[in-house]
């Protein structure tokens, strides 16, 4: 079992940055794909980003490219979303997701996934 806990949420202006973290406990952490996902309301879950076990190699979905950086420290058990030139488009419920095996886009091949933090952003 891993229990993931999100927090760095907020409510920011158009333009601002956030850092999102996730805390994991339970079995190797570095045993996992990390992901994160989110979801506005009234839509599906939608990939932003994911990190392999090493961190070495990672995969964002097109509409954060160059804005959302996902990274990773095993020896604490965190992953993090760095979220720069925030749009409101970005507001959403952010989950951080943990699967093992490959890095995947789809939100329902991870095995664990956390109760998620809100993202605001006015514009």
């Known amino acids: 079992q891993v229990r993931l806990v999100e927090s760095g949420g907020g409510l920011v202006q158009a333009g601002a940055s956030l850092r999102l973290s996730c805390a994991a406990s339970?079995?190797?952490?570095?045993?996992?794909?990390m992901g994160w996902f989110r979801q506005a309301p009234g839509k599906e879950h939608e990939f932003v980003a994911n990190?392999?076990?090493?961190?070495?190699?990672?995969d964002y979905a097109d509409s954060v490219k160059g804005r959302f950086t996902i990274s990773r420290d095993n020896a604490k058990n965190m992953v993090y979303l760095q979220m720069n030139s925030l749009k409101p488009e970005d507001t959403a419920v952010y989950y951080c997701?943990?699967?093992?095996?490959?890095?995947?886009?789809?939100?329902?091949?991870?095995?664990?996934r956390g109760q998620g933090t809100q993202v605001t952003v006015s514009s």
């Open positions: 990190i392999n076990w090493s961190g070495g190699r990672t």
């Open positions: 339970g079995r190797t952490f570095s045993n996992y794909v």
């Open positions: 997701a943990a699967k093992i095996g490959y890095g995947s886009q789809w939100y329902g091949n991870y095995d664990y």
